[in-house]
Structures are given as C-alpha cells and as structure tokens.
C-alpha cells in the first residue's frame, strides 16, 4: 500500500461528507431512467435454477427477543435449506410491491407495471438494490457441491458451477475464519454491482453501496437469530481471488463480505486448494442498459481499497476504536426498552419494513419509550461475531436529534448503550436547524419525531485498520441502520434512513466538529399519517 492510496480513501470520504455544500464530480451529471440497469442480475445460456421452499413452515423467535434477549450459541444448530431459504427471502427477496403516495418524487411513475418498486426486507440506498448473493455449497450441503447465484427475481438458485471449492474461499480468507461460528461447510458471498447504484447516485455510489452490504448483513444477523442461529461476517479477504473465482470483473462487482453458513459437519478430509483456480465461472448475465458508465472517483477508491493488502489487524485493535464516552454531560435514564410493545413477530417485521417518505405527522408525537426501544434495537447490531473485531465491540455512536418526544426536550443527545441512557449535549429547537440542513424535498423535518445519527471514528479506524476499515465502519453502519427500521417496525414507529443531511453541520450540532468522529448516515423516526393510501400487494 501507498501513501498516495490512503490520501484517495481519505480525500474521497471528505469529499463524501462535504458533498452538501460542495456536489461531488460530475457536477452536471443526470440519470438516464429510461436505460437504468435491471434490478435483478440474471444468467443467461441455459443456466440451471433450482427454486426455494417459501419458508411459510419455519417460525421465527419474537422481535423483542431477537433485539434485547442473548443471542443463540455461537456453535449452535447447523443449517437447512429451509433456514436458509428464509434468510435469502426476508432479507433480500421479493416480498410485496410498493405502491403508495408519498413525498417521493417518483410516485406517479410507480403506477405503471414497468416502473414498479418491490419491497424487501432490507433497506437499500435510493432502492437500488446493487448486492448480489452467491452460495459456495460443501459436501454436507443439501444441494449438489458448486457454485450458486441468489436470483432475487425468482427467489431461487442458479446453478453456476458444480464441484466444492469451498476451500478455495477458505483459503482466500487466509484460513482465519475464526468468527465463533464453528466449521463452515459453505459460504454466502456477498457482493455489489456498482452500475446499479451509480447510474443514479454516480460518484457516491462507493459510499451507498458498503452502507448497503453493512444493512444485508444486519438483516443476515437478526433473521439468523430468529431462527436459534447466529451468523458471523468476514470483511478481510482477497478479494480478486474471491473474485476470479466467481468469474467477475472486478471493476464491475465485486466481493465486500463473506458469511460462513455451517451445514452438517463434513466427514471427507478437506482438499488443499489448487492454485489459480479462478476463471471457473464464465456466464454472461443479462444487462438491460445500453450505455453504462465509469465513475472516476468509485474507481479510485476501489483500487485504493484493494491496493492496501496489510495482513488482518488484531481483533484487540478493535477496542481502542470505539467511540470515546464524553464527560461532564447530564444524563437522563430511559425507560426498559423491553416495556415496550414489540408485539410485532420478526418476519412481519420484515415483511412491513418500508421507507416513510414524508408520511410524518407532529399531530402523533413519539413516546420516550418508542425511542428507547428503537436506540437499544438498533445498538444491538454491534453485536455480531466478525473477523475483524471481538463480539459486541462496535465501531459506532448513536446520536439523536430529538424534536417531537414526549417527555424529553427539544435538542441533541448522544446515546450510551452501555447504561442506556441519554447525555445531553445541548437543548434548543431543531426543526429549522434540520429543514435548513437536509437538502432533499422528501421529508419535512418538522413533523419528524426525532433524527438519530450514526457516527464512527473513521480516521483513527483508517489509520489502524487500513483503507479497509472505511468498508469496516460502513458495513457496521448499514447495520446499524437496517436493525432501526426492524425495531421501529416492529414498534409500530415510521422510520426513514437517509443521506441528504449536511454532515458538517450535524457533526457540530451533537459535539462532533473537534473530534474524529462523524457522522455516517441517518435515520428519521416518528409516527405516520393515519390517512396514507397504498396498494397491499403481497406476494407472501
């Protein structure tokens, strides 16, 4: 790695958090909706597709023990196909069609059939969904050893390659799969096509995206819990290997996690993996646009990112880079996130998870205890077994920009997980603030309950962890992030995630403008209109 690498890490995140008041290149640039990529990738030449049990048998744990009970064993039940049908459709299938009026500005062009949006049970930037699932299957799978593609549009699997290279992933992880999850018999990669976002967000797509396999992730996490299962993340890899070994084109998608996901124990001595054995997987996959283009600046940080090939940092590292507890703040207890009403089942969670758009109303406040239990939900995703950090460490701060809570002032306060409590940071109005600073027509921010504000020591996170870590922390974001809109859900509270606040301006607004901590992305909560139409169209 060279200097010069991490001055393009670091350069491209400043240019990511000043974007409100400095547009990212190209500056003039514009959307072509009408030759937007697909949002589904598809195999072509005859590509087997095996299809999935539905899930409907397999019960899940309640919501309010998913987010504040322990978590299952991390050497617990293996896994079935059945499981993990339900893993692939909660989080990242088809499960309705989203057809409501709203603030967003695409609404009347949502009416017709070819432009339709369907709901998943994971949040994604913009809704562009650009993560791809890949199942590496082992010996004691219940399919045939190979390679395999999660099509979302079909909620089954296509066959890509036949044969275990299980080891092969292994071995491109550096054999350290050591996330408390026992021996792996396969692996889900998941990986982002990056046109899929960019053609819309362009230069912010690298941003959008690794926020976005931090939410899959999350989801990953919590559906794994309510099924008695825990799930590790692996974010230190090769990824050309990993790859090569998929048959992509780096620059075009690419690998930004591994999950190790145990079926029964395998009884056969595992190979040795064969070098260079990349280049198994040639299938072309359907691509809807004509015109597709190459953002510089996604292109510079990836390189960067992938230039940087510092061995995995000692999980201990982790720990002097969590967020720094200020002192001398007044604090206010919050009420047994556990007393609220989460009477919601997990999958129904996920099932009616969706984006507010406006729908706020200030005529309905938010109750302390709503927000309690959203805080600690949402604190709970810290909590997950990684390659890169000892389970529950948590890179990332909560902050809340309270404005219509009954029962707590109006103003900024830092969330502490560990004594769940509140440390005021300042009590003023935060309606205009919010409206001046969020440059999106979308919401109005005055009917907003409260806006909470992830935060993350990147530069001390780079500095320690390499150009890696700025994936690290984003990946932990977006988890952060998709685990809110699950406990909102379930407590029957709106939720919003969005990008369009002035980064600098909420950094000074909850005390971050003379630390290295910041904020990443945030999420709106509060409760909506009673009145709102939509169209229910369920598939499940």
């Known amino acids: ?23 990212m290149e190209p500056v003039d640039f514009q959307p072509n909706f009408a030759d937007q990529p697909s949002r589904h990738k598809t195999y072509l030449g005859g590509v087997a597709r095996f299809p999935l ?65 369907w709901g998943r049970g994971t949040a994604s930037g913009g809704g562009m969904y650009p993560l791809e699932i890949y199942w590496v299957a082992g010996p004691g799978a219940p399919m045939t050893p190979g390679v395999y593609h999660y099509s979302t549009a079909h909620h089954g699997f296509e066959r890509l390659l036949v044969g275990d290279l299980t ?35 362009n230069s912010f797509c690298y941003h959008v995206v690794t926020q976005d396999c931090g939410a899959i992730l999350g989801s990953f996490e919590v559906i794994a819990r309510g099924l008695g299962r825990r799930l590790g ?32 124990p395998r009884q056969d001595e595992p190979r040795a993996p064969e070098a260079g054995r990349g280049g198994l ?35 201990a590292a982790a720990t002097g880079l969590r967020p720094v507890r200020p002192t001398g703040l007044a604090e206010l207890a919050l009420p047994d996130p556990r007393a609220g009403d989460l009477g919601t089942d997990l999958d129904q969670a996920l099932r009616t998870r969706h984006t507010s758009f406006g729908s706020f109303t200030g005529s309905h406040p938010m109750t302390l205890q709503e927000l309690s239990t959203v805080l600690a939900g949402a ?56 409206q001046r600073n969020y440059y999106l027509s979308n919401y109005n921010l005055d009917q907003v309950g409260a806006v909470l504000a992830i935060s993350a020591r990147w530069v001390s996170t780079v500095e320690a962890y390499g150009n890696r870590g700025y994936r690290v ?47 990443f992305l945030f ?5 909506e209109r009673a009145d709102s139409a939509h169209f229910d169209y369920r598939l499940i």
């Open 1 to 23: 790695m060279t200097e010069q690498s991490t001055q393009v890490v670091q350069d491209y995140v400043e240019t990511v958090f000043r974007r409100g008041r400095e547009p």
């Open 53 to 117: 049990p539905e899930g409907a048998g397999v019960r899940l744990r309640p919501t309010a023990d998913v987010l504040f009970a322990p978590p299952p064993e991390e050497d617990g039940q293996p896994w079935t196909m059945e499981s993990l049908a339900t893993l692939l459709r909660l989080s990242y299938g088809q499960l309705d069609r989203r057809l409501r009026v709203s603030w967003n500005q695409d609404t009347d062009a949502r009416v017709l059939y070819p432009e339709s949006l």
């Open 167 to 201: 080891e092969d992933v292994r071995a491109a992880c550096d054999d350290q799969l050591g996330t408390g999850v026992g021996p792996a018999d396969g692996f889900l990669l998941v990986s982002t096509r990056f046109w899929k976002n960019s053609f819309k967000y």
């Open 233 to 264: 993340r692996v974010l230190w890899f090769d990824d050309e290997r990993l790859n090569d070994l998929l048959g992509l084109d780096t620059m075009a998608e690419s690998v930004l996690a591994v999950v190790p996901l145990p079926f029964a």
């Open 281 to 315: 997987i040639d299938r072309p996959s359907f691509e809807r646009s004509q015109v597709t283009i190459e953002f510089e600046q996604v292109t510079q940080v990836h390189r960067a990112v992938l230039a940087d090939r510092r061995p995995r940092p000692d999980r």
């Open 379 to 434: 604190s709970s995703a810290r909590n997950y077994p990684s390659d890169v950090a000892p389970t529950g460490t948590g890179f990332t701060g909560l902050y809340v920009l309270a404005n219509r809570v009954t029962g707590l002032a109006t103003g900024s306060y830092r969330y502490d997980p560990d004594s769940h409590c509140l440390q005021v940071v300042q009590e003023r109005p935060v309606s205009d603030f919010l």
């Open 473 to 519: 922390l984003n990946a932990e974001v977006g988890a952060v992030a998709q685990t809110a809109y699950v406990a909102a859900s379930a407590a029957g509270v709106g939720c919003g995630a969005v990008l369009g606040f002035d980064n600098l301006s909420i950094d000074e607004a909850v005390g971050l403008d003379r630390s290295d901590e910041r904020t």
């Open 523 to 527: 999420v709106l909560l509060g409760h």
